[in-house]
């Protein structure tokens, strides 16, 4: 397996606009997690997924926020407008059951300016 | 929400010097584990602790649950350069972090 796969890499947008980060979770695993990470707040949950549905969203902002997961294979995290504020580093991480192993993406390193 | 304090958020120490991080919450955790990140990277786990009590070793690396399985610690042993990064500790289903110590380890 190709681990947890996000993209993309690097995003640099102008405020107003809207953002969608994807991620491609390890195949089995049930549970998504997004998380956004600032040297300010470290890194804090965002929402999580178990068996494609949103389990916990109480970290997610505000309503400029959303996430979906409309299979196993593929999650979206949308910020619409955004803005300078949301400008950080986001990880989609994901694990077979709870209190396993959970693997991480990347990140997409998001720039609003 | 279940919190996790990390201490201390910073530490540099020499090549060699022993140190220990810690984990705290109020909250009861069926387990707690402990994650190592590098710039650049998404952090990658190290151990999982889930009975109270439990010590595991990884090389020089020590791992400690509490008794009452709300605190964990990690002991680092003769670190080395290579030790340095972010380490972070999670807990719970929504799988929550704790706000991470930043190790720097000095040739």
């Known amino acids: 397996d190709a681990g947890v796969i996000q993209s993309p890499r690097h995003e640099v947008t102008e405020m107003g606009q809207e953002v969608t980060l994807r991620c491609k979770p390890i195949s089995g695993h049930d549970y998504l997690f997004w998380y956004r990470q600032t040297m300010m707040r470290g890194l804090e949950l965002l929402i999580y997924f178990n068996n494609n549905v949103p389990i916990d969203d109480s970290g997610m902002p505000e309503d400029r926020f959303s996430a979906k997961m409309p299979n196993a294979s593929f999650s979206t995290l949308k910020i619409q407008p955004s803005e300078p504020r949301d400008s950080a580093v986001y990880f989609c991480?994901?694990?077979?059951?709870?209190?396993?192993?959970?693997?991480f993406g990347q990140g997409t390193r998001l720039t609003v300016v | 929400t279940q919190l996790l304090e990390q201490s201390p958020q910073f530490l540099s120490i020499q090549e060699g010097e022993n140190l220990t991080v810690y984990c705290n919450s109020s909250?009861?955790?069926?387990?707690l584990q402990w994650y190592r990140q590098e710039p650049g990277e998404g952090p990658v786990l190290l151990v999982t602790?889930?009975?109270?009590?439990e010590v595991k070793k990884l090389k020089r690396l020590t791992f400690q649950f509490g008794d009452a399985r709300k605190d964990s610690s990690l002991h680092i042993t003769a670190a080395q350069t290579g030790d340095t990064g972010l380490y972070l500790c999670a807990g719970g289903g929504q799988l929550t972090f704790g706000s991470g110590t930043q190790l720097t380890v000095l040739p």
């Open positions: 991480a994901t694990r077979r059951a709870r209190d396993t192993e959970a693997f």
């Open positions: 602790v889930v009975t109270g009590g």
């Open positions: 909250s009861v955790f069926s387990s």
